[in-house]
């Protein structure tokens, strides 16, 4: 539940982060605003810190149901503390990794698509950004995925403890479910990945940003979709609560 509720914390900050960009530009636009405000530059930095927490805390859960299964004997991976200071870590990696960015001044305004963002060519930010985001974590999360699965395979092959296999199958089944919403953000997040190849070799179109923040909007509310159909605790949780409130509702009414 802990993993869980980091995952969903940071799914929340990431919608919340494209809010706020999403109204500073309707805003820009009705005003006929072309000029960067004040908060312009600290937008970009949340919104790649978002971003990157969002696939990492994903990458969190996949590494912890792949200790749970493979080094099930050592409980300390699988301990509050042990998920608490790996949580820690990961929130400073992230709210670090775009101050390089930021110092050397890669972060500038787009007059046309009314925000801050790193211009979009072959340079060291642009793969930096997108590797630390979205590219490393994306690839180890599938990475998991098919040591898990082929360790389950194997040991289904073998005689082991009815216990054992199924708890590793469960196991492969929520790192399955946390690829699915890998693929989601990887087939949404499809023209945001088009326009960074396209830009090291030409020139992208005159609003790239906003069709590919499109895409990334969309994408995101699939993903909450999915991870509170996925989430069952959380699922069950909810569902109690919301129902709890109509009842009480109902009652005063």
């Known amino acids: ?7 969903c914390l940071s ?17 820009n636009d009705l005003k006929q605003i072309q000029f960067q405000d004040s908060l312009c530059i600290f937008r ?3 919104t790649y810190v978002s ?11 996949a590494i912890h149901r792949y200790f749970t299964v493979i080094y099930r004997t050592r409980l300390y991976f699988q301990s509050i503390r042990c998920q608490f200071l790996i949580i820690c870590l990961t929130w400073i990696f992230v709210l670090l990794h775009p101050m390089p960015v930021v110092f050397i001044g890669d972060i500038h305004y787009d007059g046309d698509n009314q925000m801050c ?12 950004i997108s590797l630390c985001s979205y590219g490393i974590p994306t690839s180890l999360i599938i990475f998991i995925y098919f040591k898990l699965f082929r360790y389950v395979h194997k040991i289904s092959t073998r005689v082991i403890h009815a216990t ?4 590793a199958k469960k196991e492969l089944k929520m790192v399955q479910y946390i690829v699915i919403l890998v693929v989601i953000l990887i ?4 023209p945001y990945v088009l326009f960074i190849l396209i ?5 992208l179109p005159k609003y790239h940003y906003r069709i590919a923040y499109l895409f990334i909007h969309v994408s995101l509310v699939f993903v909450l979709i999915a991870l509170f159909q996925f989430s069952k605790t959380l699922k069950v949780a909810t569902m109690k609560r919301i129902k709890k409130r109509l009842h009480i509702v109902a009652v005063i009414t």
């Not at 087939?187 to 499809?190: A, E, K």
Request: charged letters at 5%; hydrophobic letters at 50%.
């Open 117 to 128: 963002q790193i211009y979009l060519k072959f340079s060291f930010s642009t793969i930096y």
């Open 11 to 27: 799914a929340l900050m990431c919608g919340c982060c494209m809010l706020s960009i999403c109204l500073n530009t309707l805003k």
């Open 1 to 7: 539940m802990m993993l869980t509720g980091n995952t």
């Open 44 to 46: 970009a930095y949340i």
């Open 51 to 61: 971003g990157a927490l969002f696939m990492n805390s994903l990458l969190l859960q």
């Open 164 to 167: 054992t296999l199924f708890r």
């Open 187 to 190: 087939i949404l997040g499809f």
């Open 199 to 203: 830009s090291f070799f030409t020139n």
